[in-house]
Nanobody, 118 residues
Framework: QVQLVESGGGLVQAGGSLRLSCTAS????????MGWYRQAPGKQRELVATITTNGGTNYAESVKGRFTISRDNAKNTMYLQMNSLEPEDAAVYYCNARYSGAWTLNYWGEGTSVTVSS
């Protein structure tokens, strides 16, 4: 069982930056594809970015060029550097860990809230 804990959310002005962290415990962090998702009030949860076990990244079109996902397997931690934040980026951001092999494992964190003031 993997536990995921997000941190780094908060209130920021439009145009500002935040860095989110997701720290994992209870499993082999390096085997998981990690991802950030977000959910704004009244909207469905959506993909923000993912990073594979060997560092390959994928981003939603809306955040390309502004957000950077990274991971440090030695620290069991994933990051999301968010720059040039827009009011539309306000949401609860969730950390996800997914393993697909002989079986599938999928874990979520509790989320961290990001508020962007205009």
């Amino acid at each position: 069982q993997v536990q995921l804990v997000e941190s780094g959310g908060g209130l920021v002005q439009a145009g500002g930056s935040l860095r989110l962290s997701c720290t994992a415990s209870g499993g082999r962090f390096s085997i998981y594809v990690m991802g950030w998702y977000r959910q704004a009030p009244g909207k469905q949860r959506e993909l923000v970015a993912t990073i594979t076990t060997n560092g390959g990244t994928n981003y939603a079109e809306s955040v390309k060029g502004r957000f950077t996902i990274s991971r440090d397997n030695a620290k069991n931690t994933m990051y999301l550097q968010m720059n040039s934040l827009e009011p539309e980026d306000a949401a609860v951001y969730y950390c996800n860990a997914r393993y697909s092999g002989a079986w599938t494992l999928n874990y979520w964190g509790e989320g961290t809230s990001v508020t962007v003031s205009s």
